[in-house]
């Protein structure tokens, strides 16, 4: 499986494509329209893509991914605050995600197999009430969940520190390492965090 991150938005938030065939692809996150580019570039087409939260700065892409012919899923629980200009905190920041329909959802335990990659979904509220990571391979996709010796923001509405905490524990016992890719800066690993993070 290939993973090609793209910064993307706003504030840069990391998008991840992956592919297995070389042909079709998923896309994790979508801030901005970088990851259309990238794709094109790669000869890869985004059939599906996957919403770790619905804050503006991993969604505002969307819409240009959804005139492309992807098809946008998240969380059931998530789908209310991405059509929320003040859940998606557009209304906030002041920068506008053009409207998208959502697709499909998921919930915490389902297993998503697509273009020959199989994703399970682990809900992990905290940072937004329907918070996603995804596991593929050894690949964890973690959102603003988990970041390399640092977690989420709970100071946005909806969010739970003591939610985020308990979300953050439930990846780090996770059997094994996994390679950790997150939602903003580097890339990192179970491990890794298990011994510097403090929220560990």
């Not at 998503?112 to 391979?137: N, W």
Request: hydrophobic residues 40%; contains cysteine; glycine residues 14%.
């Amino acid at each position: 499986m290939r993973i090609l991150a793209v910064p993307a938005g706003p504030l840069r938030a990391n998008s991840y494509i992956l592919s297995e065939d070389g042909k079709n692809a998923v896309l994790i996150d979508c801030g901005g329209e970088e990851p259309l580019a990238a794709a094109a570039r790669e000869g890869l087409t985004i059939r599906r893509v996957l919403l770790t939260h619905g804050h503006f700065d991993h969604i505002g892409g969307c819409a240009a991914l959804y005139a492309a012919g992807a098809q946008i899923g998240c969380m059931r629980e998530e789908e209310p605050l991405i059509a929320s200009p003040a859940g998606n905190l557009s209304a906030l920041t002041g920068a506008p995600v053009p409207p998208f329909p959502v697709g499909f959802t998921f919930c915490g335990g389902d297993v998503l197999e697509l273009y020959g990659m199989r994703f399970s979904v682990i809900a992990t509220p905290g940072h937004t009430p329907g918070g996603a990571c995804f596991l593929t391979g050894n690949a964890l996709f973690t959102g603003d969940t988990l970041f390399c010796g640092s977690v989420g923001r709970t100071d946005f509405p909806g969010g739970d520190l003591a939610a985020l905490r308990a979300s953050v524990r439930a990846l780090l016992a996770m059997e094994g390492d996994k390679e950790v890719y997150p939602g903003h800066g580097e890339a990192t690993s179970l491990a890794f965090e298990r011994k510097y993070n403090p929220f560990a």
